[in-house]
């Protein structure tokens, strides 16, 4: 989860003498995103004919602007006063930038998938600020839901009607962040029914 997010938890405390000793049991009492969701999502699709049917081209672009970025911060619950059975403590993984609510994607594919020996290959560059979607519902094979810069280069061949093979290779890193690239490689057999 890389939003802005606000938990509480509880330790369970056994309190002799007037001194708190904690159990070893701490539960979530409470988790809030800083965050509400309002998203404005544009999406475009270009497909080109390049003279060659089996060989088409398509470009598509995607921009995401989450308008209530950190909209639920008056709304953060304060952790609860301690008590002789029970100490609260909140923390949050990330300060709420309201100006880091927008993400893109841009994408390039050649060729198509529908009959024997067809191939296509492409290219995604992806951008996606902290609070610009829900990271959880994002594309799951990114590094990360979102605060990440990705790149995605897929290949694909159709090797029998219902047989595809895919390759894809992704190459990511949060953002703002002196972390290394994180290469995946993914290999897969797809049957389609």
């Keep these: 989860m890389q939003n802005s997010l606000y938990v509480t938890t509880a330790t369970n405390v056994v309190t002799i003498g ?7 049991v701490t539960s979530v009492t409470n988790a809030q995103f800083a965050s509400k969701f309002g998203l404005f999502d544009n999406l475009a699709r270009f497909d080109i004919d390049t003279g060659h049917p089996r060989v088409p081209l398509a470009l598509i ?3 995401v602007q989450n308008t ?25 993984n990330a300060a709420c930038n309201s100006h880091q609510r927008r993400g893109y994607w841009a994408e390039a594919r050649l060729g198509r998938l ?10 995604t560059r992806i951008f996606i600020e902290r609070e610009a ?22 290949a694909f061949y159709q090797l029998e009607r219902n047989v595809q093979l895919g390759f894809n290779s992704l190459v ?22």
Excluded at 114 to 123: C, M, P, T
Excluded at 179 to 191: A, G, H, K, M, S
Aim: proline share 4%; with cysteine; aromatic share 12%.
């Design 18 to 24: 007037g001194t708190a000793y904690p159990t070893g």
């Design 61 to 63: 672009g995607d921009y």
């Design 68 to 92: 209530q970025a950190c909209g639920n911060l008056g709304n953060i619950l304060t952790a609860p006063a301690n008590t002789t059975s029970q100490t609260f403590k909140q923390t949050r």
């Design 114 to 123: 529908q009959e024997r020996g067809d191939f296509q290959i492409g290219y």
């Design 133 to 154: 979607v829900l990271g959880n519902f994002n594309y799951s094979e990114l590094r990360q839901g979102t605060n990440v810069t990705q790149h995605r280069v897929d």
């Design 172 to 193: 990511g890193r949060p953002l703002a962040s002196s972390e290394p690239w994180l290469t995946r490689l993914q290999f897969d057999v797809v049957y389609i029914f």
